[in-house]
């Protein structure tokens, strides 16, 4: 039996935990005090570490954590963060803790991003790191807005019921600035109100799903004519824009909220 469990790490990073009987995964830790107290409390020792790109915030902890150098670091191939040891490319298969995982490059937020996904006996689930997040993506920090667009449109394609386990809380800023670019989509205003109510209580609002994403997620959306239109009227555009336009005017709507 698979569990999935968040850590919250700096103010707003999910570090994942993923146990199983064959041993402990963490997916991103990006501060190892966390880690080292949920490990204390269980007494419980990491298997394998995953890495889904360099940032910091989702790497620092590599080094405490892995103290005796003996454990897998798995993480893209080409990436400037120094403690990966089992480098993965596209199309990679691993299996960490008994999970299968196939590795899909998916470049923009950097240039080494990779994502985990795994069909896992039909409950599939998705480690994005800071690419899909819920209701949003990630800063195109050091590849192009093509490179983000594809790297999403990849992830779109996956199965709809696919669980999306991203790097951050960032939902209800995601969600506020979606109404701004889809405010007359219904699913999107009631998933709103939704996070609304589980951060009062100081509840996470990830793991989402992709079937949610797909219908609420305006970066997932370019195809969408009440969108588009939105974006063509901001943008006082005489002609409809192509897919992957409406993608970038978005992503540059939101980076100057
Ligand atoms: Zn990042």
Same mark, same amino acid.
């Given at each position: 039996m698979l569990k999935i469990e968040a850590l919250n790490a700096y103010s707003d990073n999910y570090i994942w935990l993923l146990t199983t009987n064959e041993g402990l995964v963490v997916v %991103? $830790? =990006? %501060?190892?005090q966390p880690v080292e107290d949920y490990l204390g409390k269980y007494n419980l020792e990491i298997s394998d570490i995953l890495i889904t790109h360099h940032h910091f915030d989702h790497t620092g902890g590599v080094e405490k954590l892995d103290v005796n150098s003996s454990l897998n670091v798995y993480g893209? *191939? %080409?990436?400037?963060?120094?403690?990966?040891?089992k480098e993965l490319k596209e199309g990679d298969e691993i299996n960490v803790i008994g999970i299968n995982f196939s590795i899909i490059e998916i470049p923009g937020?950097?240039? %080494?991003h990779i994502a985990y996904y795994s069909e896992n006996n039909g409950q599939p689930i998705l480690f994005c790191g800071d690419t899909l997040f819920a209701g949003g993506c990630g800063r195109v920090?050091? =590849?192009t807005y093509d490179q983000m667009y594809e790297s999403l449109n990849k992830l779109k394609?996956?199965?709809?019921n696919t669980t999306v386990y991203c790097g951050h809380e960032y939902t209800l800023s995601n969600l506020k600035f979606a109404l701004e670019v889809d405010g007359k989509n219904m699913d999107l205003k009631d998933r709103y109100n939704h996070c609304v109510n589980l951060r009062k209580d100081n509840? *996470?609002?990830? $793991?989402?799903s992709l079937s949610i994403e797909l219908e609420t997620n305006p970066f997932l959306r370019s195809h969408d004519k009440s969108i588009q239109n939105n974006i063509m009227q901001k943008l006082n555009l005489k002609r409809l824009p192509n897919d992957k336009e409406i993608f970038k005017a978005i992503r540059e709507w939101k980076d100057n909220a």
């Open positions: %991103d $830790p =990006g %501060d190892s893209p *191939a %080409d990436s400037i963060f120094t403690g990966i040891n937020h950097t240039l %080494d920090f050091e =590849g394609n996956l199965p709809v509840l *996470a609002t990830v $793991p989402s």
